[in-house]
T-cell receptor
Framework: GDSVTQMEGPVTLSEEAFLTINCTYT??????LFWYVQYPGEGLQLLLK?????DKGSNKGFEATYRKETTSFHLEKGSVQVSDSAVYFC???????????FGAGTILRVKS | GAVVSQHPSWVICKSGTSVKIECRSL??????MFWYRQFPKQSLMLMAT?????????EQGVEKDKFLINHASLTLSTLTVTSAHPEDSSFYIC??????????FGEGSWLTVV
C-alpha cells in the first residue's frame, strides 16, 4: 500500500539556520503530496502542497518540490524562527483524494 | 477560511463508559469527514471515512462496534467510543473535505480513560 517515510527527529536548530526535513513516498501512480504542521496542543494545518511532478509548493518561507524520479518531497526553509517549532507531517493522498496517508512526523525545535 | 471544530477538546471518562466527540464544519458543507487517531509521538492513523447519510467505512483493524461513527448532517460527524478502556486513551482528530476537495482538520480531542 501507499506509505510515507520521514526523517526521524527531533531536529534542533538555532534561529536563522537552514532547515531540511526529508520525505520520501511509495505510491501507485502520481499522488498529491502535502506538508502539514502541528503546533503544540493544536490540530493539523496545511502548510503546502503539490499535485504533480516538478510542482513546487511554498508557504510562509517553506518550500517543497515534488520529485517523481526520486519519489521525494523534502521540506526546506532558508531561515527558521523559534515560532516554527512544531511537528511537521509529510502526507500523500490517494488518486481519488479520499484519504491521506501520513508519515511519522518530525519534531522541529528552534532555539533562540 | 474554512474552519472545522471539534468538541470537546479534552475529556476524561471512566473505564467502561462511552464518550462522544463531535466534529463540525462551521462554514462549509462536508459530505465526507475523516477520523484519525494519534498516539503520543506517532503519526496519524486513519480510523474511518464518514459519508453523510451512509455508513462509515472503517480501516482494517478498527473495531466498528467500538468506534461508532455517525454523519447525520452535512456539517456534523460524531465519533462515539463505546465501553472505553485505558488503551483507548489517545488524541482523536477529524477532518472534513470541502466541495473544492480541500481537507481541513479540527483541533483534535484528547481522550483519557481512567
Amino acid at each position: 500500500g501507499d506509505s510515507v517515510t520521514q526523517m526521524e527527529g527531533p531536529v534542533t536548530l538555532s534561529e536563522e539556520a537552514f532547515l531540511t526535513i526529508n520525505c520520501t513516498y511509495t505510491a501507485t501512480g502520481y499522488p498529491s503530496l502535502f506538508w502539514y504542521v502541528q503546533y503544540p496542543g493544536e490540530g493539523l494545518q496545511l502548510l503546502l502542497k503539490a499535485t504533480k511532478a516538478d510542482d513546487k509548493g511554498s508557504n510562509k518561507g517553506f518550500e517543497a518540490t515534488y520529485r517523481k524520479e526520486t519519489t521525494s518531497f523534502h521540506l526546506e526553509k532558508g531561515s527558521v524562527q523559534v515560532s516554527d517549532s512544531a511537528v511537521y507531517f509529510c502526507a500523500l493522498s490517494d488518486l481519488r483524494g479520499n484519504k491521506l496517508v501520513f508519515g511519522a512526523g518530525t519534531i522541529l525545535r528552534v532555539k533562540s | 477560511g474554512a474552519v472545522v471544530s471539534q468538541h470537546p477538546s479534552w475529556v476524561i471518562c471512566k473505564s467502561g463508559t462511552s464518550v462522544k466527540i463531535e466534529c463540525r464544519s462551521l462554514d462549509f458543507q462536508a459530505t465526507t469527514m475523516f477520523w484519525y487517531r494519534q498516539f503520543p509521538k506517532q503519526s496519524l492513523m486513519l480510523m474511518a471515512t464518514s459519508n453523510e447519510g451512509s455508513k462509515a467505512t472503517y480501516e482494517q483493524g478498527v473495531e466498528k462496534d467500538k468506534f461508532l461513527i455517525n454523519h447525520a448532517s452535512l456539517t456534523l460527524s460524531t465519533l462515539t467510543v463505546t465501553s472505553a478502556h485505558p488503551e483507548d486513551s489517545s488524541f482523536y482528530i477529524c477532518s472534513a473535505r470541502s466541495a473544492g476537495n480541500t481537507i481541513y482538520f479540527g483541533e483534535g480531542s484528547w481522550l483519557t480513560v481512567v
